[in-house]
């Protein structure tokens, strides 16, 4: 297919690397972002715009992976009838794009993507589409770079999905950054913690996580708990997410 880009960031990049493995082509790199657009647009040997006015209109599939709040500026001027426009969007309805074409839809990659990533992650993609013909382009493209994980997703299941994804990923990050700042100022590598936190990923792939639940809070432990607590005194901060996630498992274990 021939594909235009709009955005330039990181689901952009990995996106338009895994369309262009899986054999398509892309036309063109659209975004605000002069320079990171005419560096993807250099890495594939195509062309890049910077305002709307110049959307290359000979495109099979438009897909838009700006950040939320960007897109209902970035389609108000975008005129495409007959052409399949997607966004990329978990929290945005579709309903956004249905002045720019009637074949519109969504094209939602269930992963955290970054330019700078030197392998692909497999991604999950969700679409969802306004009518048949915009369904079955985008579930084609969608099957071209990630056949084995293609799903249908309306607003509602999205929305959900979504906040799911926070807990998983960006929580969970936040939890590893506060680890690693403890063992920074505690002289600990933390990258002896990197087999435990493998493990634990590891096991989600065959058991539920509350049936994995473990540690001094799971057991009330409270002797280990209260050692602790001392210890971490002098991490005010790491101290106050430790109590609040001990607290939860005491008092409502979901193992």
């Known amino acids: 297919m021939d594909i235009v880009l709009i955005g330039s960031g990181n689901v952009a990049a990995v996106l338009g690397r895994k369309f262009v493995a899986a054999g398509h082509n892309i036309l063109q790199v659209l975004s605000r972002n002069a320079t990171s657009a005419s ?123 979504h906040v799911a994804a926070v807990f998983v990923n960006n929580f969970t990050n936040h939890i590893f950054t506060l680890a690693e700042k403890y063992c920074q100022q505690e002289g600990i590598d933390f990258s002896e913690l990197l087999p435990l936190i493998n493990n634990t990923f590891f096991r989600l792939h065959k058991a539920s996580p509350g049936s994995l639940q473990t540690g001094p809070a799971a057991r009330a432990d409270m002797e280990t708990i209260h050692k602790h607590r001392e210890m971490l005194g002098k991490h005010p901060q790491i101290l106050e997410w430790y109590d609040l996630f001990t607290e939860r498992i005491l008092k409502s274990p979901l193992s």
């Open 39 to 161: 560096e993807l647009a250099y890495e594939w040997n195509t062309e890049s715009a910077n305002y709307t006015s110049l959307i290359n209109k000979e495109a099979d599939v438009y897909i838009i992976a700006v950040a939320d709040r960007a897109i209902e500026e970035v389609v108000a001027d975008i005129s495409l009838p007959g052409k399949v426009v997607a966004h990329t969007a978990a929290a945005v309805d579709m309903s956004v794009l249905k002045k720019v074409t009637a074949n519109y839809g969504v094209f939602y990659p269930l992963q955290s993507l970054r330019k700078d990533q030197e392998e692909m992650p497999e991604t999950p993609i969700y679409t969802e589409a306004a009518n048949e013909e915009a369904k079955k382009v985008l579930d084609q493209l969608a099957q071209s770079i990630y056949k084995n994980a293609v799903f249908e997703a309306d607003y509602d299941k999205r929305t959900k999905l």
